[in-house]
């Protein structure tokens, strides 16, 4: 099994629609937890960190379940700028090695 | 713009040969890191500098060796480049002590190497 796994996707939706993807992490040990975003052909940013009591920007949620040792990005009312790769990242236990998931691609259509 | 740049942009190479990267941090930061993305799959560590230390390594053969220059500046190095070398490399700099993850981590535009 790998340590984060994400589904690739393509996940094709209208401009407006809610998506949600989720993040698996093996280690139980993993304490810091990350989504990036990765346009075409550019470098990953931030888009937000993941905390234990969840957090919210804007349009973006993002929550940790620790007990299914997962964590999600639920993006509402999407836009066509939303299209791009979603990275998640899991720093597992005290070698502050981060380990990203491979991404998922999301389309944004009109 | 994040401050962080990255040359060359693109590199070509046989295989056998050595390549070195270079990754200029952004103003106030002080560590390095850096990552292996072959395409459809997402940045893989290679490794950290700190304050000129390596800090934290992930799972890459030695051949990959690194530098970090008192200005902050990092350098990578691949000896004896195999076919699967063939990526974007990434670096990250970021301010503050140690893990990567203990702050925000702003990505250069990447190298994009192609061994053949």
């Known amino acids: 099994r790998k340590e984060v796994e994400q589904d690739p996707g393509p996940f094709n939706v209208p401009e407006g629609a809610t998506v949600a993807f989720n993040c698996t992490y093996s280690?139980?040990?993993?304490?810091?937890f990350f989504w990036y975003r990765q346009d075409c052909r550019k470098e990953p940013k931030l888009l937000m960190s993941?905390?234990?009591s969840g957090n919210e920007d804007g349009r973006f949620t993002a929550q940790l379940n620790r007990a299914s040792q997962y964590i999600s990005l639920l993006i509402r009312d999407s836009k066509l700028s939303d299209s791009a790769t979603y990275l998640c990242?899991?720093?597992?236990?005290?070698?502050?090695?981060?380990?990203f998931g491979r991404g998922t691609s999301l389309i944004v259509h009109p | 713009e994040t401050g962080v740049t990255q040359s060359p942009t693109h590199l070509i190479k046989t295989r056998g040969q050595q390549v070195t990267l270079r990754c200029s941090s952004q103003?106030?930061?002080?560590?390095v890191s850096w990552y292996q993305q072959a395409l459809g799959q997402g940045p893989q560590f290679i490794f950290q500098?700190?304050?000129?230390?390596?800090?934290g390594r992930g799972n890459f053969p030695p051949r990959f060796s690194g530098l970090q220059f008192p200005n902050y500046s990092s350098e990578l190095n691949v000896n004896a480049l195999e076919l699967d070398d063939s990526a974007l490399y990434l670096c990250?700099?970021?301010?503050?002590?140690?893990?990567?993850?203990?702050?925000?981590?702003?990505f250069g535009p990447g190298t994009r190497l192609l061994v053949l």
């Open positions: 990250a700099s970021s301010a503050g002590a140690g893990g990567p993850l203990g702050e925000t981590q702003y």
């Open positions: 280690n139980s040990a993993s304490q810091s």
């Open positions: 993941v905390y234990s």
């Open positions: 990242v899991v720093n597992s236990g005290g070698s502050y090695i981060p380990t």
């Open positions: 103003s106030g930061h002080n560590t």
């Open positions: 500098y700190y304050r000129e230390e390596e800090n």
